[in-house]
């Protein structure tokens, strides 16, 4: 018996997956679509599946189906270039062992592939379910996909979690995603934000009121824990909220009761509890100003969300979403970046994170001239930090002024990359030349290395150390800027960290 199935129509796939095995002593059996498998499952039983989750014909979802329904105990490992939400919950919902996100680490894939097979009857049987909707959640970036396999695994769970991340990285989208793929979801997703209601109405706002229980309560009001009955209640900004209403909050998440306001008839809640926040609460916990007991009664589960700044790699997938949806909103064409654009946008720190890049989506589709953008169609925050393209013709922003051992060097608005280097030679050897101590001593060849670091060093920093994109902003050869590296002594690392 061949331990492991490999099922991919992409033949290099297959070709790496095959060699990363056979050097880890697995032998495997390729095939190239799910028919196949299908047919040869009738003679034979892997110990171990790992298939793409899109091809053609029968899909990786469906021979997954198949397989669970005959052989509920095989590990089945779910491969996909398409690392979105759907992808990942659909796998872990209709059993999957794990998920894996192409592009993958040879490494990586092989040691999951070996821990499958040494724990061949450790995944258990899910209900098969179709995507679902992934509301936008799409990445790349190793962060996200440990989200959405956490998700994915959740799927089946009520559990408390607990989702921390910076404003505008997307927590009531992760809140949301839990629901829906819950066994909850056909009941109700209640959202409060604790920071964006006066602490005055936010106890009636969670537990509702009766009638006359304050002046202006003139009628009977069901809080929020009511209305998300069966269902999840996402309580925003958890981290905001006052003292004194933690303690009502940790009464019902420990025995499921709540009073209303004003109220002596207990009332069950069934609820589903998700909090978020942006703050450090273990520091507020120490601090005094947020109960330890609900802090570790909420996190049971805590879900990370990264920056983007953390994420860089996901920016054009996200910029492409967020400008096809505005285009469909508005009823227009979809806008599209310039290189150079968008690598404006990966160097942007992006302190609002998705909600701004969504923003920014929707400025662009409203204000840029055409439909495709260049570096300076762009708001001017983005266009600060932005280098020229070789050949564009684009003017360099003023930057701060260069040091070198004489002082600093105008840097000149109005100048391209080329015109500012013979300036800035020209300047530094008329200062040298005419200061006595210095004269005679100091070769232009000298200021010629000094501003050669000076401008490979900047462009590098610029690309975060990638050569070649410092080569096409130079305009110098990739062999070229090898060379000047290594003659001038630049260390790329220290210029990156």
Request: a negative charge; proline letters at 6%.
């Amino acid at each position: 018996m061949t331990p492991v199935w490999i099922v991919d129509d992409d033949a290099s796939i297959r070709w790496v997956l095959e060699r990363a095995l056979q050097r880890a002593q697995l032998p495997c059996r390729l095939f190239n679509s799910a028919h196949e498998v299908m047919r040869a499952l009738q003679s034979e039983t892997p110990q171990v599946l790992v298939s793409d989750i899109r091809m053609p014909g029968d899909s990786g979802l469906q021979l997954l189906e198949h397989v669970k329904a005959r052989l509920p105990q095989m590990p089945v490992i779910i491969m996909t270039a398409h690392s979105d939400l759907d992808s990942a919950v659909s796998a872990f919902q209709g059993g999957a062992f794990d998920y894996l996100a192409k592009p993958f680490d040879v490494h990586e894939a092989t040691a999951l592939i070996q821990r499958a097979v040494n724990e061949s009857a450790g995944s258990q049987p899910g209900d098969s379910a179709g995507a679902q909707p992934s509301m936008g959640m799409l990445g790349q970036a190793p962060a996200m996909q440990e989200l959405f396999r956490a998700i994915g695994r959740l799927s089946q769970s009520t559990v408390t979690v607990l989702v921390t991340g910076e404003s505008g990285t997307g927590k009531e989208l992760v809140a949301r995603a839990l629901h829906t793929h819950s066994p909850r979801a056909n009941k109700a997703f209640v959202a409060l934000n604790a920071a964006a209601i006066p602490k005055d109405l936010l106890e009636s706002e969670l537990f509702g009121h009766e009638r006359g229980a304050f002046t202006g309560a003139q009628t009977q009001r069901q809080g929020r824990f009511e209305q998300a009955e069966g269902g999840t209640l996402f309580l925003d900004e958890i981290g905001d909220m006052p003292f004194d209403l933690q303690t009502r909050l940790l009464r019902v998440l420990s025995d499921g009761h709540f009073y209303r306001v004003g109220g002596h008839q207990p009332l069950k809640a069934d609820v589903r509890v998700i909090a978020a926040t942006h703050q450090d609460l273990e520091k507020r916990v120490a601090e005094g100003l947020f109960r330890e007991d609900l802090f570790h009664r909420l996190n049971v589960i805590r879900l990370r969300l990264p920056p983007l700044r953390e994420r860089t790699e996901d920016i054009e997938g996200l910029t492409r979403h967020f400008l096809e949806r505005a285009a469909r909103q508005m009823k227009s064409e979809v806008r599209r970046l310039s290189p150079a654009a968008m690598q404006a946008l990966r160097d942007y720190p992006f302190p609002g994170n998705i909600r701004q890049l969504e923003n920014l989506c929707q400025w662009i589709s409203v204000m840029a001239p055409g439909q495709s953008v260049e570096v300076n169609d762009l708001p001017p925050e983005f266009r600060a930090g932005a280098l020229p393209s070789v050949g564009s013709g684009e003017i360099v922003p003023a930057s701060p002024p260069v040091s070198h051992p004489l002082g600093p060097v105008t840097a000149l608005p109005e100048m391209s990359w080329s015109e500012r280097l013979n300036q800035a030679l020209d300047e530094a050897f008329m200062q040298a030349t005419a200061n006595p101590a210095l004269a005679g001593a100091v070769e232009m060849s000298h200021w010629q290395d000094v501003f050669e670091r000076t401008v490979y060093e900047a462009a590098l920093r610029h690309t975060r150390g990638r050569r070649i994109e410092a080569a096409v902003l130079l305009g110098v050869g990739r062999n070229t800027i090898t060379r000047k590296i290594a003659s001038l002594g630049l260390s790329v690392k220290d210029l990156v960290d």
